[in-house]
């Protein structure tokens, strides 16, 4: 990779940045005052989104950034910030000379949203790079629950068997009447997605369920129409009873329900 065009006497490198949302839609923002296409994706030009300073080493520090920006592109819209599109978005930051757009780039940074702040019209997003991941512990700490996700590559069953897409018949804050559901307990701890509708592609946790009634923890952004078509994937509450009878899945249960715990001492007779 030729980087000549970076000792030039007058600069002509900008900023590009690309985000893919969890739902697939991406974005090209470049901070040149022109747009740009690129492997067939076009930049908008979007001056006002600036990076913090970008040290680029390889060390084990975390190598997290900051980015401020204005919403001056009607993509990134409040309600998609509100609603929690860009939520967990990977967003790729990079340098290309706008002289010759069919260069390559020069990748500078990686990682997904983090935190998103705003204030007024203007918002900040720390983005987690790679090396962020390893301020997590290095070895799991002993529980009673399990520590894996239902349907992780730990916990090993297919998300399929417990799905199912079924249509909204009412809708009232956190409460989402569903057509034909049965029994809405078998889906606590699950989570709804909706399939289309202006809350297409946003999934929200079910807390809890009564008859065909499911609970959701935090009410949907957007109306929620009659008909509205729905994901709807079982939970499980992490109990090793549960995962035993009710999945048959104790062989991959992650969790130690019968090592002592720290009230360990305090069992004892007329305790």
Not at 11 to 29: P, Q
Not at 54 to 67: H, M, P, R
Not at 150 to 165: A, I, N, P, T, V
Not at 173 to 179: L, M, R, S, Y
Request: overall charge negative; charged content about 25%; aromatic content about 8%.
């Amino acid at each position: 990779m030729s980087l000549d065009w970076l000792d030039r006497d007058v600069t002509t490198s900008a900023y590009l940045w690309r985000l893919e949302r969890a739902d697939g839609f991406a974005l090209g923002f470049t901070s040149h005052d022109r747009d740009l296409v690129i492997s067939a994706l076009p930049y908008r030009a979007a001056p006002g989104m600036v990076p913090s300073s970008i040290a680029l080493s390889d060390s084990f520090e975390i190598d997290n950034v900051e980015i401020s920006g204005v919403m001056t592109s009607a993509a990134i819209a409040e309600a998609d910030l509100d609603a929690g599109r860009w939520d967990g978005a990977l967003l790729y930051i990079s340098l290309i000379d706008w002289e010759q757009p069919d260069g390559e780039p020069l990748p500078l940074i990686c990682g997904e949203f983090g935190e998103i702040a705003r204030s007024g019209d203007g918002f900040t997003v720390e983005m987690l790079g790679a090396t962020s991941f390893l301020d997590e512990p290095a070895a799991p700490l002993t529980s009673p629950t399990c520590r894996a996700e239902f349907g992780d590559r730990q916990c090993k069953l297919s998300l399929h068997r417990y799905q199912r897409e079924d249509a909204v018949l009412t809708a009232s804050g956190e409460a989402i009447q569903i057509g034909g559901l049965g029994d809405a307990a078998d889906f606590t701890f699950g989570s709804l997605r909706f399939l289309d509708g202006p809350n297409c592609g946003l999934s929200f946790a079910i807390i809890g369920g009564d008859g065909d009634v499911v609970r959701l923890v935090d009410p949907p952004g957007q109306p929620v129409a009659e008909g509205t078509r729905v994901l709807l994937t079982e939970g499980c509450d992490k109990n090793f009873a549960t995962c035993r009878d009710r999945f048959a899945n104790s062989l991959n249960f992650r969790g130690e329900p019968y090592l002592p715990g720290n009230d360990l001492l305090t069992r004892y007779p007329g305790a």
